[in-house]
């Protein structure tokens, strides 16, 4: 049956269209790099299903001549959470440059997206990434390669917001999960509010634009005000007190809508009672996410030498 004369209850363009009837037509062609040997980098990488029952696998990065106890790190891919997955090709040819400059393992998690799982799919997903990391499963995968002791949630974009409710939920549930997060790696985090700051003020078709992405994904009712997007909604920093880690790293771009939401929440962990320690670095003539379109270009490469250093801060201060 076509679409044409169809009722549209939501349209995202360029990218997706949901019609009355609950037929979802994604507008955008998607490609998907499958797992393989990456010869430019010599970074391995293979896909792993961690739920047969709601399909969330993941994929697997080794850096070349692997040696053991490697830093590993859980990367959550961007894409405002209905959009993009693990086998995206930028995705896929930015992890195999920073797995290589690392040389770290990591998981690359493949969580459900909107609209056909809106959430709190995608944080549900990456939690049972964690369990699985945590037990038998990953070390089935892992053993031998990897310290455990030096794990790093990363992410970018919504990715970095998941990264953040995980750090927030390892913390409540511990000790259930079990795994110590060492750091966290929020690039471009994708956190928002009713009220415009910064650059939102006056950009007032993208801050539109975003606001419309995120009722599209979450049917709260609650826009901007909802803690999913808003860490700050309730009037102050005490969620950050209960992040589970030592370490945080926060990844701004200059042109980027996302930018003062970025820099408000490492000026938040500053000031709040975390205890833990905060950077932040920007890269003031780029735009969101930059990094994942030419993971090559000089502004990606100086990126990902400071994440090297975040990563590996104790081992290259030796």
Known sequence: MGTEGRE?????????RVYADGTIQRLAATEFAPAAFDPATGVTSKDVVIDPVTGVFARIYRPANAGNNLPLVVYFHGGAF???SVGDPNYHGFLNVLVAKVNAVLVSVNYRK??????????????????WIAGKGAEDSLIGSVD????????????????HHMAIKARKSDPILGLKFEGIIMIHPYFWGENPIGIEVEDEVRKAMVDKWWEFVCPSNQGGEDSLINPFVNGGDSALAD?????????????????DRGKLYYESLVKSTWGGKAEIIETEEEDHVFHIFDPYSDNAVQLVKRLNGFINQNILLV
């Open 148 to 163: 455990f002791s030096r794990v790093f949630l990363a992410g970018d974009s919504a990715g970095a917001n998941i990264s």
């Open 114 to 131: 909107a609209p056909e799982h809106p959430l709190p799919a995608a944080y549900d997903d990456s939690w049972a990434a964690l369990q």
């Open 243 to 259: 992040l589970a880690c030592e370490r945080i790293i926060v990844c701004v771009a200059g042109k980027d809508i996302l930018r």
């Open 82 to 84: 209905f959009l993009s």
């Open 8 to 16: 549209i209850s939501h349209d995202v363009p360029p990218y997706i």
